[in-house]
């Protein structure tokens, strides 16, 4: 049973993710408006959902609280430096500095011994939060395309994605043994709640983080060479492959990071079509639904 200070907590940590997610133009006006120096203070306030879960578990260290307080104040103002010097966002050391402490934070599971096993998704939002913060508000790097107010045509490109990569995905993983069919059709609420969840928590952050963010930056530092939205596709989808190095195992499991790598690569296709983060997220939430309910 979760606690009143939780369920704030939740609150609190959910709204800056799904404000930016539905209503991106209105929060990067709004804090525009605001003096430099409160832009940058202000996502010190994500230590707040912290402070509410780790007291009344009896679990509240300070070194956690500071860290939540001012790692995002440090992503912010390196980005702050980072548009300073890169106007033309083109990309530059400070970005992909932000990305890998945010990536490596959430793959290695970095920070997740500050909350309660049950509780330790409250980690990967709030690191989310602070990305979407300093690249939307104060690095207001475009072309992401995180807009969840979805069209029928992030429909049609996720979905198309989806059935070029089941027949190849199926094949590899029946073959590979790493995945086993599951006859038994499962209850309709359980898989529309697997599909929103998975959605919503798992491939909507993922797809911003990998598509959005990491192969939106790397087309730009590779825009000058031949094959540039290649090479920038291709080497995003070898790095979500790579991701997947630790999951469902205690060694570096390849034939995840195989299968991932090449999910990654129709999930940054859906990405590029029209650079909308939905696209993406539709086939990339169809794919581990199957998975999980189907193929796991």
Same mark, same amino acid.
């Given at each position: 049973m979760f606690s009143p *200070?939780?369920?704030?907590?939740?609150?609190l940590t959910l709204v800056p993710y799904l404000g930016a997610a539905f209503f991106p133009e209105k929060i990067a006006n709004q804090a525009k408006k605001l003096p430099t120096?409160?832009?940058l203070l202000l996502p010190a306030v994500l230590c707040i959902p912290y402070l509410l879960v780790a007291g009344p578990t009896h679990i509240f260290r300070w070194t956690w609280l500071t860290l939540y307080a001012l790692l995002p104040v440090a992503i912010a103002a390196l980005l702050w430096?980072?548009?300073?010097?890169?106007? +033309?966002?083109h990309g530059n050391w400070r970005d992909f500095l932000v990305l890998?402490?945010?990536?490596? /934070?959430?793959?290695?599971?970095? #920070?997740?011994?500050?909350?309660? *096993?049950h509780l330790a998704v409250f980690n990967k939002i709030l690191l989310l939060d602070a990305g979407i913060y300093g690249l939307l508000v104060i690095r207001r790097l475009n072309g992401v395309g995180f807009n969840l107010r979805l069209r029928p045509r992030d429909l049609v490109i996720g979905l198309r994605e989806f059935a070029f990569y089941a027949p190849i995905a199926i094949a590899f993983g029946l073959s590979l043994g790493f995945l086993h069919l599951h006859a038994a059709w499962p209850n309709p609420l359980r898989a529309?709640? /697997?599909? !929103?969840? @998975?959605? #919503? #928590?798992?491939?909507v952050p993922e797809e911003l983080f990998f598509r959005g963010w990491l192969q939106n930056l790397l087309e730009r530092r590779l825009e000058k060479w031949k094959q540039g939205r290649v090479c920038a596709l291709l080497l995003? +989808? +070898?790095?979500f492959g790579l991701a997947h190095w630790n999951k469902r195992?205690?060694? #570096?499991?390849?034939? %995840?990071?195989?299968?991932?790598?090449?999910?990654?690569?129709? %999930?940054?296709?859906a990405w590029r079509q029209q650079r909308?983060?939905? !696209?993406?997220?539709? @086939?990339h939430a169809a794919v581990d639904t199957v998975w999980g309910l189907w193929l796991q």
């Open positions: *200070p939780i369920i704030v907590a939740a609150f120096a409160a832009r430096d980072a548009r300073r010097i890169d106007s +033309a966002q890998a402490v945010l990536g490596l /934070a959430v793959d290695l599971r970095w #920070f997740e011994r500050a909350w309660p *096993p529309i709640g /697997a599909l !929103a969840f @998975t959605f #919503f #928590f798992i491939a995003t +989808a +070898a790095l195992a205690l060694h #570096f499991n390849w034939r %995840y990071v195989l299968l991932a790598a090449l999910a990654g690569i129709f %999930y940054g296709r909308r983060v939905g !696209a993406s997220a539709i @086939t």
